[in-house]
């Protein structure tokens, strides 16, 4: 079966840290590229950053997440990571992650395998 699993979401306290992965089954990660959107209570989902097949080219979309993301890959693990700091509330929602064949995007219609989301909720 052919699926991406997130990890690492949980509670985290305004201020704090969090990682979360991306792990690929059941297919080779590094033929595709990926993305990382959320979706928080009452809205849309949106892309918040992508990495290209290599991991040379990073994109962080959104004034609200730039210079508190960070998007990697290891490919040998086929996991995608994305790091968040200095978290707030607002940053409560589902993440998702999503792989793509061709380009990076924010948009999630251009992607077309998804995980499952992983639950990250900010508050004291």
């Known amino acids: 079966q052919l699926q991406l699993v997130e990890s690492g979401g949980g509670l985290v306290q305004p201020g704090g840290s969090l990682s979360l992965s991306c792990a690929a089954k059941?297919?080779?990660?590094?033929?595709?590229?990926v993305a990382w959107f959320r979706q928080a209570p009452g809205k849309g989902r949106e892309g918040i950053a992508c990495?290209?097949?290599?991991?040379?080219?990073?994109?962080i979309y959104g004034d609200s997440v730039k210079g508190r993301l960070t998007i990697s890959r290891v490919n040998k693990e086929n996991t995608v990571f994305l790091q968040m700091m200095n978290m707030s509330p607002d940053d409560t929602a589902v993440y998702y992650c999503?792989?793509?064949?061709?380009?990076?995007?924010?948009?999630?219609?251009?992607?077309?395998?998804w995980g499952q989301g992983t639950q990250v909720t900010v508050s004291s």
């Open positions: 059941g297919f080779t990660l590094d033929s595709y590229v």
């Open positions: 999503a792989a793509e064949r061709t380009y990076c995007s924010r948009y999630e219609y251009n992607f077309e395998r």
């Open positions: 990495i290209s097949k290599t991991g040379d080219n990073t994109h």
